[in-house]
């Protein structure tokens, strides 16, 4: 339940899974690699 969480804590925990490698797209962070596709 998301209720038991601040908007900013939701923020900060995204943050944190976008920017973590990952092994599935060679190590590449989900950041990197919608920049890459989008930009």
Known sequence: NF???SDK???EIQK???RR???K???DTPK???FA???
């Open 21 to 23: 490698p990952r092994e």
């Open 25 to 27: 797209i060679n190590f």
């Open 9 to 11: 804590r939701i923020m």
């Open 16 to 18: 944190k899974l976008n």
């Open 32 to 34: 990197a690699r919608f």
């Open 3 to 5: 209720d038991d969480f």
């Open 37 to 39: 596709l989008v930009g």
